[in-house]
Structures are given as C-alpha cells and as structure tokens.
C-alpha cells in the first residue's frame, strides 16, 4: 500500500492545530514535531483517523510547549551575540563579560566573572568567536565529564557500566542515551544553564540505564537520588537551546 499524507486539524483549549498523517507499516501511534512547528504523526493503517485526531489532542499541552521553546529559542537567536570588549556571553546560568586582550599568541583566560580573549586582531569576529567557542566546547568536556564521574558513584553499584560521553548540538532535547552502547549524549547548550540543571540532565539519563523508560519506577529511582529534580526541571525548562 502506497504511503499518503494528509493534513489534518484538531481543536485543544480552543487553539487548532495542524499536523501531518502519514500511514505507514508501524505498530503504534508517533508524533514529531520540527523547530519550524510543523507537526507528523505516524500511525498504522488499520488506526482511525478519529483515534489519531484524539491521540493528537491528548499531546496538546505537549505540542503547544515545544512551539513556545522554539518561540523563545528563534526570538533569543536573533539576538546574536556581539564579540566585542564588554559584551556579555551566557555561562552556567549567568551572564560573563569578554575582556578583548591584544596578543601574539591567541588564549582564553577566565577569571571570575571575566573571560579574558587574546587575539592578534581583537577588532576580527571571526577570531574572538573561535576562541570563544573553543572556551565553550573546553567548558562542555569538562565539566560535563566531572558531573558523568560524580555520579558514576550512585551506578556503579547498581551495575552500570562507565558511559562514554558524547557531545552534540541539538535542537529539542537536553540529554539522550544508548543504553545497550552505553553512551550519553548531552547537548553542547546544557553549558548556558545552571550546574545543577546539568547535574539533573546527567542523573536523568543514568537513569534510563536501569529504566529505559518513564515509568513511575524511573521517577522513583531519580527522586531518590535528587529529591528536588522537579524543581531543576522547572529552570531547565525555563532555559533555551541556543
């Protein structure tokens, strides 16, 4: 049977949304959404259009969530960051001012609140940018590594075995893991936001490693390792990915 999509629309608290069906050989209802807001959802042939149009509904708080982020995600993004002496960069969960240095040899410093760039040429974008990143992505490794080592110590003794850390900028999600492989993804934009947003995203995914899932069981073993998870959840949410 040949795959067709079709557009169709639903009604939640008043607001319609759009989205995308595609009939496909799968044996249960999915649901994508895009940066640009658009809207799939994969469904098996033998589903009812109606079952789909609710199952869609039941997503709504969900869906309208991911459209507010990628609101907030476009609206920051265009607000681009000025590499220039004084200008203020995201780090941590605070704002750290750049310190335009001249120099032979090109270095970054960071100083308390300061990041000290020295260039060659501190009037180039283009240079101060890649020290800047090369800050960042430094920052990511490292303290992304220490938290992995950290609470390594809560797992091994439930059997995990040491998870090979991977780094990647993604659009819609913090954090991901490959429990068979085991490895954990972290997104590279987790080094804008507070250490104890990143401590969570890190616990969350050691998590999955003994429920690859949801459940209540998951929730269980991360509340008793971080009772007020919710309330990290609550400022990572707050937070952007840049």
Sequence with gaps: MNTRNQI????????????????????????????????????????????????????????????????????????????????????????????LISSEQPKYELCEDTLKIFTKNINSKEEVEKLVNKFYSEQCRNIFSMIIKKQYQLFEKLGVRYPQLRIK?????????????????????????????IEYVVLHEYCHFIHPNHSKDFHALVSSFMPDWKERKKTLNNSVIL
């Design 169 to 197: 900028n993604m659009k819609s999600r913090w954090g991901s893991c490959l429990v068979q492989k085991g490895i954990i993804t972290l997104n590279s934009s987790l080094i804008y936001v507070p250490l104890s947003c």
């Design 8 to 99: 169709r629309t639903v009604q939640f608290n008043n607001i319609t949304i759009s989205y995308t069906l595609v009939r496909k050989n799968v044996k249960n209802l999915n649901l994508r959404i895009h940066t640009d807001k658009s809207v799939y959802v994969s469904a098996p042939h033998f589903v009812s259009s109606a079952k789909i149009d609710q199952f869609v509904i039941n997503k709504g708080e969900f869906i309208l969530n991911a459209f507010r982020k990628f609101e907030k995600t476009e609206r920051i993004k265009s607000k681009e960051i000025e590499y220039i002496n004084g200008a203020e960069i995201p780090y941590l969960g605070h704002k750290i001012i750049l310190c």
